[in-house]
């Protein structure tokens, strides 16, 4: 089974900093998923990565994977009250099935 | 284009009863997930639909649960005799490849089920 872990599991970070969310995962994984989580809500996707060194950036998110460590980051760049919110990366492989295995979560709180 | 649906979005039960969770995937999506999320985890996988059949149900956790999706499209899961411990949100998710390649997965509101 492959297994997925994520720190910090809580983040509380002023308005106009940079932090980094790291995933790591036990086994080979060829995708790799980012999702955004808001309270009451659903999972609303972020990035897909699927190479060795993918980088793909939506604004002040950017995430990146490195296959050989087995790790994603999430870095936040100057960071806005309205990022506030719940992180999920997922690892996925053709070996496990098609099924995510989701982290459990990085909470997320910008503070003005 | 609308997204993934579910119904109802709560559903309170007593212990011992049967409940139908229904899904709604986006129109064209081969592929149907249910997952099950439990207060402050990720989403957990429990089973796996391509077209009509299940094919993977490896996360189903006991035979009480049951999912299944008759024409390729809509998915039902059915929990019978609930318990405390099926608490959790359920949701489902659907994407248009489901055999190999990139296989980016769209998720419902969910359904809240709290078994009492």
């Known amino acids: 089974e492959l297994k997925v872990e994520q720190n910090p599991l809580f983040l509380s970070m002023q308005e106009g900093k940079n932090y980094t969310i790291y995933c790591n995962y036990s086994t080979t994984s060829d995708r790799l998923y980012w999702y955004r989580q808001d309270p009451g809500k659903s999972l609303e996707s972020l990035f897909v990565l699927l190479s060795n060194g993918a980088v793909k950036q939506e604004g002040r998110l950017m995430a990146s994977l490195d296959t050989k460590a087995r790790l994603s980051t999430l870095h936040i760049t100057a960071a806005v009250h309205d990022l506030s919110a719940t992180y999920f990366c997922?690892?996925?492989?053709?070996?496990?099935?098609?099924?995510?295995?989701f982290g459990t979560g990085t909470s997320l709180t910008v503070i003005p | 284009g609308a997204g993934v649906s579910q119904t109802p979005s709560n559903k309170v039960t007593e212990k011992g009863k049967y409940v139908e969770l229904r899904c709604d995937p986006i129109?064209?999506?081969?592929?149907l997930y249910w997952y099950r999320q439990s207060l402050g985890q990720g989403p957990e996988f429990l089973i796996y639909?391509?077209?009509?059949?299940?094919?993977?149900d490896s996360g189903l956790p006991n035979d009480r649960f049951f999912a299944v999706r008759p024409e390729g499209s809509v998915s039902t899961l059915k929990i019978q005799r609930t318990e405390r411990g099926d608490s959790a949100v359920y949701l489902c998710?659907?994407?248009?490849?489901?055999?190999?390649?990139?296989?980016?997965?769209?998720f419902g509101p969910g359904t809240r089920l709290t078994v009492l």
């Open positions: 997922a690892a996925s492989s053709q070996n496990t099935g098609n099924q995510f295995y």
């Open positions: 129109s064209g999506h081969t592929a």
């Open positions: 639909f391509q077209g009509t059949g299940a094919a993977d």
């Open positions: 998710a659907s994407s248009a490849i489901g055999t190999s390649g990139y296989n980016e997965q769209f």
